[in-house]
Structures are given as structure tokens and as C-alpha cells.
């Protein structure tokens, strides 16, 4: 048995959970700091860093004390590595880096972008990684800065095949929402303001689908792209400046700007299925929150596709993802771990250790 205590704190989110053998989530404690960026517009760096440093030691005692344990009881410490804003992960490195030095504990460091893979499986879905049948698997990851598509094979080797050439899902979110006025994170504010909205009303660019009449490039088949869509919500909130405080215009606006992102990440998760033959479809991410998004995926159960999206607890940051990769880093692990917190998204080599 491992107890392993995971720490988080890569963006606005101070993140300690304790997770039983990867698989049992005994506690996922989070402490949110959006109000405290909300008058910003977005996240401010240095003040997600003091806010962590604020808090993280209540995080984590109260993360031991929800899962009945102390301290004493737990075999390793895990923490995100990166990638992330570099003052709030220096942080959580240095708060686990001190706690695995006074109690001589492995430190595990955890690549958060695989994480949030591992997120889909929690809290009690591992069982699904040990059947071959399953694979290949496809695995849409959606948050404020990664849009990607990997393929893990049967192997269990992982190989990204598409992700966004500019911004990503989640900031095209977080700006068409600050266009609307709709305040911070654009995420949630969107899909609230699109509720009663049209999704039909309002035409919005796909880009790299065809739909606009324009041949894709093989090359970005799979891949995405956002920024264009910024431009077309600030064109259109401008051509309608005079109508911006009507509410069912805004509801109308953001349901179609909504269907447009989720309506291209369905079309190239199908595609690349089809293209790849797998049997899985995997969902996590913050941007997974998203009902529109998580109702369309499940649709393509119909296909005869499995399908896997993340609990809304494990889409946005949260320790239990890190404490849960960190025990299948566990077996291999090594006291001279690379610490590189400017961790980027590999290129073409992703190594996700599932047992
Ligand atoms: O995974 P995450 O918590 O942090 C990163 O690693 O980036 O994702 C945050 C992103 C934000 O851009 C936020 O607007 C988006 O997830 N998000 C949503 C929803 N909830 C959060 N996007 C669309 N609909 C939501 N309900
Ligand atoms: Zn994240």
C-alpha cells in the first residue's frame, strides 16, 4: 500500500489531496484565489504566488486531517513540476521539498499536463488502464492552456497528433468572455450566459475544419486553432455595441461562440478516432467542465466508442491527479529527479507510467 500526499499549486488553485494506491481519493482539498484575480481580468503571477504561500500549509494539513491520516503516515510526497507560472510552482516545490526533507520522504515531481490525462481515471476507474482491449486510447485534454489530442497505444506510449497552434479552448473561453463583459473565468460565465442562448443564431469561425470553404493542410488535420475566434467576438460585440446590454443578445452570442469551440474539438476527436481505430475516447481538463462539451462527448458512445471524461472535481487543478500519477512514478523512483519547473509539453516523446 501507498499513501502518497500531493501538492499543487501551478496556477490559482492551492491544491493537497492524500490518494491511497492511485486510486482512492481520501481527500482532494482546493482553495480557489479566483476572487482575488477576478478584478484583474486573469491571473496575476506574483499574487498567485503570495496567496499560495498564504495558504498552502492549511491545505495540506487540512488534506491530512480529512483523510484520517498524519504526516507520519504517508510514503511519498508528490508536487507539480511545471508546466505552470513559474513564482506560484516554486512554492509548492519548495513547501514539499521541505516537508520530504524533514520527514525523509521521496519527493515525486509530477508533469502537471500528464496529470490532468490521469485525472479521468480517478477516483476509482484504474482497473480500465489494465485491459487491452481498451486501447488504443485518444485523449482530448482541454484546459486554460493546453488543447491537445494524444494517442496512447496499446504499449502504453503516448504521442501528441494534434494540439492548438495558438491559444487555447480554454483562454478562447476566458477572452470571448471578457469581450461580453461577462467577467473571470470565462468558462463557466459563458456556458452560464449561453444557457437560455441560440446556438444557431450567430456564425463562428471554425478554423482548420474545411467548414469555411478552405482546404486543410494534412499537417494540421488534427491540430487547432483560437485566435481567430477573438477576433470575430470582438468584430461582432463591436458591429453590435448598441445592443451589448441586451441579455438575450448576449445569451445568443455566447451559446454560439460556445458551440463553435466545443463544435471543433467533437469534429477532430471523431476524426482522429476514426483516422487512429481506437477504442476509447478519454475527456479531462478545465475546460471538460463544460456540459455542452462533456453531453457531446458522451454522444459518441453511439459510435461504439468507451468513453472516459473526467469528474468536474478532477477537470480543474487539483492535487488528487498529482498524488494519483505520482504512484505509478513511485516504482521507478530515483532521489535525482530532474526538477526542470520551465517544463514544456514534450515534443513527441510523453511518458505516462500507468502499472
Ligand atoms: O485545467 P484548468 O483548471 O487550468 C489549467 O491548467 O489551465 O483549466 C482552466 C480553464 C479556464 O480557461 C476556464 O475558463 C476553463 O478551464 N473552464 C471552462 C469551464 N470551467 C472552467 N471552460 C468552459 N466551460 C466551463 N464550464
Ligand atoms: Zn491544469
Known sequence: MALILGIETSCDETSASVV???????????YSQITKHSEFGGVVPELAAR????????????????????????DAI???????????????LNFARALSFSYKLPLIPVNHFTAHIYGAFLPDKMNFLKKNSNFPMLALVVSGGHTVLLLIDKSKSVRIIGQTLDDAAGEAFDKG?????????????????????????????????????RAVDEEDRFNFSFSGLKTAILNHSRKNH????????????????????????IRKTLDAAKFYSVSTLILSGGVACNSRLRDKFIALKQQGYNIIIAEREFCTDNAAMIAGEAYHLLKNYT??????????????KLK???I
Open 20 to 30: 491511497e494506491n492511485g486510486n482512492f481519493v481520501l481527500s482532494n482539498i482546493v
Open 51 to 74: 496567496e499560495h504561500l498564504q495558504s498552502i500549509e492549511v491545505v495540506v494539513q487540512e488534506a491530512l486531517s480529512q483523510a484520517s491520516v498524519s504526516i507520519f503516515d504517508i
Open 78 to 92: 508528490a508536487v507539480t513540476n511545471g508546466p505552470g507560472l513559474v513564482p506560484a510552482l516554486l512554492i509548492g
Open 177 to 213: 468572455a471578457k469581450i461580453l463583459g461577462l467577467g473571470y473565468p470565462g468558462g463557466p460565465a459563458i456556458e452560464k450566459a449561453a444557457k437560455y442562448g441560440n446556438p444557431s443564431k450567430f456564425i463562428f469561425p471554425r478554423a482548420l475544419t474545411g467548414a469555411s470553404g
Open 242 to 265: 448598441h445592443i451589448m446590454y441586451d441579455t438575450n443578445f448576449i445569451a445568443d452570442t455566447a451559446a454560439s461562440y460556445q458551440e463553435a469551440i466545443v463544435d471543433v474539438l
Open 335 to 348: 532521489a535525482s529527479y530532474d526538477f526542470d519547473i520551465f517544463a514544456r509539453l514534450p515534443e513527441n
Open 352 to 354: 505516462i507510467s500507468f
